[in-house]
Antibody, heavy 127, light 109 residues
Framework: EVQLVESGGGLVQPGGSLRLSCAAS????????MDWVRQAPGKGLEWVGR??????????EYAASVKGRFTISRDDSKNSLYLQMNSLKTEDTAVYYC??????????????????WGKGTTVTVSS | SYVLTQPPSVSVAPGKTARITCGGN??????VHWYQQKPGQAPVLVIY???DRPSGIPERFSGSNSGNTATLTISRVEAGDEADYYC????????????FGGGTKLTVL
């Protein structure tokens, strides 16, 4: 069964750090780009960022709201994705989902659809 | 940056057809994906590349994309279709990133 399981969420003070993990199983993790998406309480989905695969040099992209504070990494030998979050703000409070990016290329030349999602892990930034 | 605009809410009676729009500048030139999210659950892909359906998604779900509007159509709406729906594209401009619409709450009357 294809599965993504996030962990590492919790309560952290503003200015603090947290590292989220996403364990993948049931598919060839190393083939896929992987995304992080978050959802603040009562709000819509917000894309956080992406890591591409080894064939694309593990390049990363980030939303402007997290660039310079968050870092996405992966360990293909462990089938794991990570999100290192530093300098956390109250507005980073959200459920964080990891998502598998599908292998096909869209009209813009990018792999863009998210076909498998984890159940999410909750991050609360509060004093 | 690229913006996707969805109506906050759509209401429909059971058995009728629901249409949820997603507006964006020349969105017809982009590939649009749609996700369904029920309360307390993760999003689920229901339409990809404008009009394709993943396995397991009922044929009642369809999509189209032209000009400045993409549309998710749900025929013969059922109570279980009540959820939030999000459209999504990849913005390949200088600031390369995923863009989500604001989401539409579908209410089945």
């Amino acid at each position: 069964e294809v599965q993504l399981v996030e962990s590492g969420g919790g309560l952290v003070q503003p200015g603090g750090s947290l590292r989220l993990s996403c364990a993948a199983s049931g598919f060839t993790f190393s083939d896929h780009y992987m995304d992080w998406v978050r959802q603040a309480p009562g709000k819509g989905l917000e894309w956080v960022g992406r890591t591409r695969n080894k064939a694309n040099s593990y390049t990363t992209e980030y939303a402007a709201s997290v660039k310079g504070r968050f870092t996405i990494s992966r360990d293909d030998s462990k089938n794991s994705l990570y999100l290192q979050m530093n300098s956390l703000k109250t507005e980073d409070t959200a459920v964080y989902y990891c998502a598998r990016v599908g292998l096909d290329y869209d009209s813009s030349g990018e792999q863009s659809l998210m076909d498998v999602w984890g159940k999410g892990t909750t991050v609360t930034v509060s004093s | 940056s690229y913006v996707l605009t969805q109506p906050p809410s759509v209401s429909v009676a059971p058995g009728k057809t629901a249409r949820i729009t997603c507006g964006g500048n020349n969105i017809g030139s982009k590939s649009v994906h749609w996700y369904q999210q029920k309360p307390g659950q993760a999003p689920v892909l229901v339409i990809y590349y404008d009009s394709d359906r993943p396995s397991g998604i009922p044929e009642r779900f369809s999509g189209s994309n032209s000009g400045n509007t993409a549309t998710l159509t749900i025929s013969r709406v059922e109570a279980g279709d009540e959820a939030d729906y999000y459209c999504q594209v990849w913005d390949s401009s200088s600031d390369r990133h995923v863009v989500f619409g604001g989401g539409t709450k579908l209410t089945v009357l």
